[in-house]
């Protein structure tokens, strides 16, 4: 299985930008990138996705390297209630599971 | 939409008892649910998953006899941790595909302290 690496933690200031890199430089044709967040004591929720172009939503944006060996998520204004941990994850299908690393633990300072 | 529900969000047992954790999806049907174990400072370990109408797929390590998981209709699966001991305290988590994307939505997860 594709597996990627993150930087253990971050710190950003609030309302500054923020990158939180990965790298998955085993990654598949038909793997799609994924982020989901973890808030304390609460269960991860899904953030973004994408398979080669950028994407932006309402939360973030995903910027894909061309090569698609690493992805960026970013934060465009960090927020207190941005602070969690990030996992960035490979995944083909619908309904393939969901192995999680350790993430990239972010804090924000205000 | 999207919205899976877990209850209950914590519980405390006695070492020896069963408890069962209910996973639900409230707006759409899940064929498949995943269930995860998260002990402190470390991340999500997946534990099983929960097929609608089949036996669950345990992960390697992961004690099938202890951790019963049901999933019988499309909108529920349960996972019941049988003979409870302090060791199985940890947050359990659920999760379910979300129709029509390559996303998942995670419950809220259950805190389970034996004692």
């Known amino acids: 299985d594709a597996k990627t690496t993150q930087p253990n933690s971050m710190e950003s200031n609030e309302e500054e930008p923020v990158h939180l890199p990965c790298n998955h430089s085993?990654?598949?044709?038909?793997?799609?990138i994924h982020w989901y967040r973890q808030l304390p004591s609460q269960g991860p929720e899904y953030v973004i996705h994408?398979?080669?172009s950028n994407v932006n939503n309402r939360m973030a944006s995903l910027a894909i390297a061309e090569d698609r060996k690493s992805s960026t998520l970013i934060l465009h204004r960090a927020t207190l209630r941005d602070a969690a941990v990030y996992y960035c994850?490979?995944?083909?299908?619908?309904?393939?599971?969901?192995?999680f690393g350790p993430g990239t633990s972010l804090s924000v300072i205000p | 939409g999207a919205v899976v529900s877990q209850h209950p969000s914590w519980v405390i047992c006695k070492s020896g008892t069963s408890v069962k954790i209910e996973c639900r999806s409230l707006?759409?049907?899940?064929?498949?649910m995943f269930w995860y174990r998260q002990f402190p400072k470390q991340s999500l370990m997946l534990m099983a998953t929960?097929?609608?109408?089949?036996?669950?797929?345990?992960e390697q390590g992961v004690e099938k006899d202890k951790f019963l998981i049901n999933h019988a209709s499309l909108t529920l699966s349960t996972l019941t941790v049988t003979s409870a001991h302090p060791e199985d305290s940890s947050f359990y988590i659920c999760?379910?595909?979300?129709?029509?994307?390559?996303?998942?939505?995670f419950g809220s997860g259950t805190r389970l302290t034996v004692v």
């Open positions: 999760s379910a595909s979300i129709q029509g994307g390559y996303g998942y939505t």
């Open positions: 085993t990654i598949s044709g038909t793997d799609y």
């Open positions: 994408g398979l080669t």
């Open positions: 994850i490979l995944k083909k299908t619908s309904y393939d599971k969901v192995i």
């Open positions: 707006d759409f049907q899940a064929t498949t």
């Open positions: 929960s097929n609608e109408g089949s036996k669950a797929t345990y």
